[in-house]
């Protein structure tokens, strides 16, 4: 099979790889999301700290 | 606790407290993410590649691999979060209540995914992106209810009140979960029955099978990890004052 092939899906393509594509951005966000919070929140909190601090 | 030897209940306290969550969900990170990549590689190599097209549908049915998967993990995901929620409202355990919270997110991202693609299936195959047949729109409701309980828990400002709420709204909702699963049965659906769960004969060859199966063991590897993930800054949040946390990150002088 070529990659073309491959990529063509029997000519369904266009749905299979929409289809995984969209399942990739909503897998990717709900790890990215909650990460990006909690590196977010600490640095805020160490910023807070460190004012008092000063 | 005379049934329950103490270091049982010893051991159960010592996990469900945060800074040991917290601890042990760090360090569990890489193995979960690890096991989750050679999961997904082995059955996007099994079904996209090593798998043939199917007879009828030609190279469209590929959709299988993510769309039967979510959607098991989207009916799967809301068990866990309805016994976690109902965890929490009993005993009051506060890790049983972010857990609950924690799954809400993922599980509907995996109800919108099944949803999704599923359209992108029905397109080519029946010819339209949607129809209000049994299956379909009870899967829709499930997303409904998903965003009910994220939507309830972010309105209410007192997390141990919110997850009471969200515990009884996950719980009601409960009702929707076997309508979903038997609605292929039950009703006369556009969506087609069920062709792997017939535990007597699979109606699936084993080369399209297999690769299936293992998706949906990289999806619930997948749910540990994303929820985990929400579970720790949840924990953060609601630990903030707490000393562990101040120790852990600010150092003793904060």
Request: cysteine-free.
């Amino acid at each position: 099979m070529s990659l073309q092939e491959f990529f063509a899906m029997g000519g369904y393509g266009f749905y299979v790889w929409t289809a995984y594509g969209i399942t990739l951005a909503v897998l990717a966000a709900n790890i990215m999301i909650p990460v990006m919070q909690r590196k977010q929140w600490l640095r805020r909190q160490l910023l807070k700290s460190k004012r008092k601090e000063g | 606790m005379f049934l329950v030897p103490d270091s049982v209940v010893r051991f159960f306290h010592r996990m469900a407290s945060p800074p040991h969550f917290y601890a042990l969900t760090e360090r569990l990170m890489p193995w979960l993410s690890a096991i989750f990549i050679l999961l997904t590689a082995a059955g996007l190599y099994g079904g996209l590649y090593l798998a043939p097209a199917d007879y009828q549908q030609g190279d469209s049915y590929r959709i299988i691999y993510i769309h039967v998967p979510s959607a098991w993990m989207s009916l799967f995901i809301y068990t866990v979060m309805a016994a976690a929620g109902a965890i929490g409202l009993v005993w009051r355990i506060k890790l049983a209540e972010v857990v609950a919270i924690s799954s809400a997110p993922v599980g509907a991202g995996f109800t919108f995914v099944a949803l999704v693609t599923g359209s992108l299936w029905g397109k080519p195959m029946w010819g339209t992106w949607w129809v209000w047949d049994a299956r379909l729109t009870s899967e829709l409701i499930l997303l409904f209810l998903y965003l009910g309980v994220i939507g309830l828990y972010g309105a209410i400002d007192d997390k141990r009140v919110a997850s009471k709420a969200v515990a009884i709204l996950a719980l009601v909702g409960v009702v929707n979960i076997p309508i979903i699963h038997y609605s292929v049965e039950w009703w006369n659906t556009l969506h087609q029955g069920p062709t792997v769960t017939k535990m007597d004969k699979p109606s699936i060859h084993v080369s399209m099978l297999i690769p299936l199966l293992l998706m949906a063991l990289a999806f619930k590897f997948y749910y540990l990890i994303a929820m985990l993930q929400r579970a720790r800054v949840e924990v953060l949040l609601r630990e903030r004052s707490a000393q562990w946390v101040r120790n852990k990150f600010f150092g003793a002088a904060s």
